[in-house]
């Protein structure tokens, strides 16, 4: 590749009819900085160049990172939500068992209860029969202490005739 220093440097022979020397130099001096100015420009470029490639790298490697990121983060969401629903399972089942243990203990109460009612209801007819027994032996008791109060009345107006 030729370099500004070539061009300046670059001698040509002269000939019978040959170029003008001084046009020639100048046009030289013109294409020696154009061609300084392109290497200015291309070594710019070039170095944009790599500095937009960096920034590709990295922007790559970020997508990189990002896309692991997400299909991490989507695998954690279907964990959780597997974990939420398996507890949901356990939490109903454990739900469920409690509920058929709240039933069965208040069924046993009713039942103990109603045990209880019958063995109440037992007790007071014994206990009004035998209130009933008491009433009705004092009535009688009364009834044979009227008797006798009569008798006994009958004798003494009997012998108070006498």
Known sequence: MLTPLDIHQKEFKKGFRGYAEEEVDEFLDEVMKDFEGLIRENNALREELEGIQGKLQHYANLEGTLNNTLTVAQRTA?????????EAEVLIAEAKSQGEQIVQSANNRARRIGEEFEAMRREIQMYRAKMKSLVKSQLELLEESDHEDEAHGQVAASGEGR
Request: net charge positive; hydrophobic share 45%.
């Open 78 to 86: 279907e964990d959780v939500k597997a974990a939420a629903r398996k």
